[in-house]
């Protein structure tokens, strides 16, 4: 397909799928990290990076930045808690989507006064900040020991009304989606909860840019999220060191450091109460119940070499002696308004209105050789279901097979399995 078409069908595509994400989408409390990414344009700070894995084209959840500011979509195109931004809760009010107010403004913290507490709790070494004059809740500079510059960055933000708000943001992300060298989570001593991940910028370019970062959920549900690279920039500088110079030891001393707390004291507060207009998400099917549905529709011959996935949709990775191969799924029983998406010489309707879309196409996450089959689903009530596969066990890994471990066919059979709309909703 000529690159001018394949971007256009792209857009359209983009454009049902936010319509669609419009009639049903409700966000916990993070005005504060829209309004420090318009201030300062960052993709550090606030991220909508788009992802396509498994037949939907969707929005990420918005991230703090860093590997998880590059948040994956599930294999079939929901949100997985491999973003640091929480999934969206029900009965949580955003009150500038909702009510069309202006976003809470920064906290006016100087940012010198960042700068002060950052240095004061990382190794002897010369720092360069940016904007030391100013004011808002977040500071960026360039670190150098003597072993090549590194940037590095911190902010703060409020997650929720407490740390349960925010527990998305310091959970490890999956293998699956998101390569990492280590993670770990540890509950503290009072009631936070610490996160500390080495990572990557870009899943598809580990041989690039590191990022490591320590994120601490207060028990008061503020976020402190601490981000290093091996490079002057997070984007756009060249590797300068082997590693980011702060070992997980000494990030989490860092975002634990007790002088914060006067200045996170000062972040504006998230509202308590639930406006009685909010939009609610639309429910869907358990993650236990679609894992369980899913293995169940798996052709004889296939073992699950590993799982995962939410509520809605999830994955499998298996083998059938050829080499790994995933198997995506995504169940919407109430997809909104996306007829559109379904058109084309590529949609086969059903004699019971039902349309089948089925795509093969190379992947898209930077695995070589990695293609990815796709079969996504619209009953004429609204009830979709997705399910893709992979010649890998993740995308961002080279291919292990030359097809996938399922044909076309079978990931048709499992798309319209009578077996899905039969799944309580949660």
Known sequence: MPQNEETQRFEEELGAVLRSAGDGFAV?????????GLQRGRRRLVRRRLAVTGGVLALAAVGVGGVYGGSLLGPAGQATTTSVAAPAQQGQWDGHAASGKEPRPEAQILVKD????LKANTPAGQWQFDDLDGTGQHATGVYDDGDGKAGVS???????DTAESGTGQVTCPDKAFVPFDSCTTEHLPGGDRLMVIRGYEYADKREETKNWRAVLLTKEGTLIDASEYNAAAEKGAPISRENPPFSPAQLKTLVTAEAWRPLIARLPASPKKSRPDEVRLPAVPSAAAVQSTLRSLLPQGLTV????GGDGHGYVVVDDGKGA????????????????????????????????????QPGEKGGAGVVWW??????PQGFRVI????????????????????TMEQLKAIALSPKWKKLPLK
Do not use: C, W
């Open 305 to 308: 070499k590993s799982h995962g």
């Open 374 to 379: 796709n079969v996504d689903t619209l009953s």
């Open 28 to 36: 916990d409390d993070r005005r504060e990290l829209v309004a420090g």
């Open 325 to 360: 191969s995933m198997v995506g799924i995504d169940v919407q029983p109430k997809s909104g308004k996306i007829a559109d998406l379904f058109t084309g010489d590529d949609v086969v309707t059903l004699p019971d209105g039902t349309k089948v879309k089925s795509r093969q």
């Open 114 to 117: 960042i700068a002060a507490v």
């Open 387 to 406: 399910v893709s596969a992979f010649n890998s066990g993740a995308q961002y890994q080279a291919a292990t097979r030359a097809e996938p471990a399922l």
């Open 154 to 160: 911190i902010g703060f933000y409020r997650a929720g």
